[in-house]
């Protein structure tokens, strides 16, 4: 598993777990079964774009593909909209739109 991967899987966790909503509970939200929500948190099945974006989409979540050059813009945006209580926390997850992310810094 890559780490734009892990990325994407935190958020959805982290936001799963915020929202005081059960792996069940998702389930029965998205249709996604249960165990393949367990699968996919634990990094043990790779998400197909569709459960991605049922996912998301009960996790009031959006996935969008965002241009490089424009990627500090919108985590500059994604950071002003965090609660005032959250943004006192250390480490926030990423979005979970940002993919590009491979470590390695590119221009163009």
Same mark, same amino acid.
């Given at each position: 598993?890559? !780490?734009?991967?892990?990325?994407? =899987?935190?958020?959805?966790?982290?936001?799963?777990?915020?929202?005081?909503?059960?792996? %069940?509970?998702?389930? *029965? &939200?998205?249709?996604?079964?249960?165990?393949?929500? +367990?699968?996919? *948190?634990?990094?043990?099945? @790779? =998400? %197909?774009?569709? +459960?991605? $974006? *049922?996912?998301?989409?009960?996790? @009031?979540? @959006?996935?969008?593909?965002?241009? %490089?050059?424009?990627?500090?813009?919108? @985590?500059?945006?994604? %950071?002003?909209?965090?609660? $005032?209580?959250?943004?006192?926390?250390?480490?926030?997850?990423?979005?979970? !739109? &940002?993919?590009?992310?491979?470590? *390695?810094?590119?221009?163009?």
């Amino acid at each position: 598993m890559n !780490y734009a991967t892990q990325d994407i =899987i935190d958020t959805l966790k982290g936001t799963r777990t915020a929202k005081g909503l059960s792996q %069940r509970a998702l389930s *029965e &939200r998205t249709g996604v079964p249960q165990s393949h929500i +367990s699968k996919i *948190e634990s990094g043990g099945t @790779d =998400i %197909r774009l569709s +459960s991605l $974006t *049922e996912l998301a989409r009960a996790l @009031d979540l @959006d996935l969008r593909l965002v241009p %490089r050059k424009a990627v500090p813009a919108v @985590d500059s945006v994604v %950071r002003s909209t965090v609660p $005032t209580a959250a943004s006192a926390q250390p480490s926030l997850p990423r979005p979970a !739109y &940002r993919l590009d992310d491979d470590g *390695e810094n590119d221009d163009g």
